[in-house]
């Protein structure tokens, strides 16, 4: 079964503006993470944060989590067109990470 | 670099025809992860090893099996590829299990089925 889904399906942005993407997950978590996708190829593992974290930044990513409500958010500013990708959650409470449904965002130059 | 390496990226068989995609890792990771994931789809985990130790996520069909001969090579044998196993296939590593520990890809494999 799922466990997130990600919020909006797809995202399409200007150069230099800022973009967000939102996870839900149903069941409780020890850990979420951020993975980001370009077409075709692997993920790459984003950021990391815990479930008694409520905010991690990583250069221009900003990750909030909210266990109360069961979502995450992913902020990228000042975009570039190379952020040009899919964006996963990860959670999962056990040995193994469920991958959300993603967002795909488009940076335009 | 250490990474994760798959070969070959693009691999097109015949429906019925067995088919072998390989996983090798200078990470030296104990845990290998194999993924199916569809066009527009979250990857799907079909089975992992934590160093020998296999384990088949339950909803993997049969069709589709695993070999880890040591730490470094996975592979991922498809017995009888149907259209439906049309996809990208992605290896990935890490050095445990459980959530707390990132995962690291491949670039994949693309399986064409005609």
């Known amino acids: 079964s799922q466990q997130g889904e990600e919020d909006p399906q797809a995202l399409s942005i200007q150069e230099g503006e800022n973009a967000t993407m939102n996870c839900s997950y149903k069941?409780?978590?020890?850990?979420l993470q951020w993975y980001r996708q370009n077409s075709g190829r692997g993920l790459v593992h984003l950021i990391l944060?815990?479930?008694?974290?409520r905010e991690k930044h990583s250069g221009r990513l900003r990750v909030t989590l909210d266990t109360s409500k069961k979502s995450s958010s992913l902020l990228i500013t000042a975009s570039r067109a190379a952020d040009t990708a899919s964006y996963f959650c990860?959670?999962?409470?056990?040995?193994?990470?469920?991958f959300g449904t993603g967002t795909l965002l488009a940076v335009q130059p | 670099d250490a990474m994760v390496i798959q070969n070959p990226r693009y691999q097109v068989t015949q429906f019925g025809k067995p088919v072998t995609l390989s996983c090798s890792q200078t990470?030296?990771?104990?845990?290998m992860y194999w993924y199916q994931q569809k066009s527009s789809q979250a990857p799907k985990l079909l089975f992992h090893?934590?160093?020998?130790?296999?384990?088949n996520e339950a909803d993997t069909p049969d069709n589709f099996q695993s070999r880890r001969p040591n730490t470094s090579f996975c592979f991922l044998d498809i017995r009888s590829p149907g259209l439906g196993d049309a996809a990208m296939y992605l290896c990935?590593?890490?050095?445990?299990?459980?959530?707390?520990?990132?995962?690291?890809f491949g670039p994949g494999t693309r399986l064409t089925v005609t």
């Open positions: 090893y934590y160093d020998k130790d296999f384990n």
């Open positions: 990935a590593t890490s050095r445990a299990t459980g959530t707390g520990y990132e995962q690291y």
């Open positions: 990860a959670t999962g409470a056990t040995n193994k990470l469920i």
């Open positions: 069941t409780s978590i020890n850990n």
């Open positions: 990470l030296n990771h104990n845990v």
């Open positions: 944060i815990r479930s008694n974290e």
